[in-house]
């Protein structure tokens, strides 16, 4: 009775920090947000950025796509431009300093890393990482 | 776009299906004689470097004049930019009407302040020529300012006048 105390305790545990990982649940540290994702890799999004674009679309889910050679209006306009096309995708948000672009996706399911990858190079330019946050 | 200067005014249209090449249209009006000259053009980007602060570009250009094949230029065309600094060359060779010319130009520019996407975006450039056909360099100051898909382009002098360059991209 008690080691099957013990192993439910265990399970509950486990699966609560998992759920708190995978799902990606931020914490805001000098203005930036430090996820610990899953696969070790470090989630560095502008807090006060990020909160802004999260007003009205709690329930999406982000894709943070790390972007190499976006270092002008022109090149950004256009990443906005190809994705605005996208019905999947419910908001944009390009950020030249970081070369980041933030996605909102109403339904996870509907991501498709390659298709983000194809689109980006499509622009002239290459993705380095993309990170999806959870609901 | 749009380039005016004392030279000659062109119209220039083009149309990019893909990041590796372009293809357009020009229609020059040339103040001294008068004449029109549309012509095609071509452009095709060899090479291109992304890194994260980033973007090196070198380009291949070509154009034909559609009254008179004998009018036609090639050049190769380079840039380098992070959103502080821009660097870019070109060498350019020309034929038209009894002439041939070589030219070469390099330009320089630094971004005063680092704007967002969708900011005013303020450039301070020098831009300096020389061609083989009277063999002086010409160095002068060129603002550039863009924001959304508009962006202008400015450089003054004495021997030139008023050069003006507006763009916009759809």
Redesign the interface.
Same mark, same amino acid.
Do not use: A, P, V, W
């Given at each position: 009775m008690k080691n099957s105390l013990l192993f439910g305790l265990l399970t509950l545990s486990t699966a609560i920090y998992a759920e708190h990982h995978d799902t990606g649940s931020m914490h805001s540290h000098e203005g930036h947000i430090h996820n610990e994702m899953v696969d070790g890799k470090t989630l560095d999004v502008d807090a006060q950025r990020f909160d802004t674009f999260m007003i009205g679309i709690d329930n999406n889910t982000i894709v943070v796509v790390s972007v190499q050679g976006m270092v002008c209006d022109f090149c950004a306009r256009g990443i906005e431009k190809t994705f605005s096309k996208d019905k999947r995708v419910s908001k944009i948000d390009v950020d030249l300093a970081s070369g980041k672009v933030l996605l909102a996706f109403s339904e996870a399911n509907e991501i498709d890393s390659a298709d983000i990858r194809k689109k980006i190079l499509n622009n002239g330019l290459n993705t380095t990482d993309i990170q999806i946050v959870g609901k | 776009m749009i380039n005016s200067s004392s030279l000659a005014d062109n119209i220039y249209w083009h149309y990019t299906p893909?990041?590796n090449y372009s293809v357009g249209l020009d229609y020059q009006k040339d103040k001294v004689s008068n004449d029109y000259f549309p012509s095609a053009r071509f452009t095709y980007?060899i090479n291109?470097k992304?890194?994260? *602060?980033?973007?090196r570009n070198l380009y291949f250009k070509t154009g034909v004049g559609l009254n008179n094949s004998n009018n036609h230029f090639y050049s190769l065309a380079g840039d380098w930019?992070?959103?502080r600094f821009f660097t870019s060359f070109s060498v350019k060779q020309s034929s038209g009407a009894g002439y041939d010319m070589f030219e070469q130009s390099a330009k320089v520019g630094v971004a005063p302040y680092? %704007? #967002?996407? %969708? #900011?005013l975006?303020t450039w301070l450039m020098l831009e300096t020529k020389k061609n083989d056909l009277d063999n002086k360099q010409i160095t002068y100051p060129l603002l550039r300012l863009? *924001?959304? %898909?508009a962006l202008i382009e400015m450089s003054y002098h004495k021997k030139t006048d008023w050069d003006v360059h507006l763009m916009y991209?759809f």
């Open positions: - | 893909n990041i980007l291109r992304n890194t994260e *602060k980033s973007q930019e992070t959103r680092l %704007g #967002d996407y %969708g #900011d975006h863009f *924001k959304g %898909g991209r």
